[in-house]
């Protein structure tokens, strides 16, 4: 599609208009030069829901909570200290998942 339509268009999926960037530069102008333009998503009541009322790091709006998360999650769970520490998890769950799709086949 971007062949026909440039490195950057919209589709409607659903209710919702999206833009679909497939350039490299464009994406890497969008997360650092317009970042907050970007970091909220649209809000709907499934979201509320499921998210606690916005409150998880991946549906939150953009402002001071959002940036306190990030920061969290950054500082915090993907430090290569704590990934390293986590891996024998990691490969835990990974085992127990291939075992159970292996059981349905």
Same mark, same amino acid.
């Given at each position: 599609?971007?062949?026909?339509?440039?490195?950057?268009?919209?589709?409607?999926?659903?209710?919702?208009?999206?833009?679909?960037?497939?350039?490299?530069?464009?994406? @890497? !102008?969008?997360? #650092?030069?317009?970042?907050?333009?970007?970091? #909220?998503?649209?809000?709907?009541?499934?979201?509320?829901?499921? +998210?606690?009322?916005? +409150?998880?790091?991946?549906?939150?709006?953009?402002?001071?909570?959002?940036?306190?998360?990030?920061?969290? +999650?950054?500082?915090?769970?993907?430090?290569?200290?704590?990934?390293?520490?986590?891996?024998?998890?990691?490969? #835990?769950?990974?085992?127990?998942?291939?075992? !159970?799709?292996? @059981?349905?086949?």
């Amino acid at each position: 599609m971007a062949d026909c339509y440039g490195p950057a268009f919209s589709i409607r999926l659903g209710a919702h208009q999206n833009l679909v960037i497939s350039s490299w530069e464009l994406v @890497k !102008d969008c997360f #650092t030069t317009n970042d907050r333009v970007f970091a #909220t998503r649209p809000r709907s009541l499934a979201v509320k829901l499921m +998210a606690y009322d916005h +409150a998880m790091l991946g549906f939150a709006p953009y402002g001071p909570y959002w940036r306190d998360m990030r920061k969290l +999650a950054v500082v915090e769970l993907l430090s290569n200290h704590r990934l390293e520490q986590l891996r024998p998890v990691r490969e #835990t769950e990974i085992n127990l998942f291939l075992r !159970d799709l292996y @059981k349905l086949w």
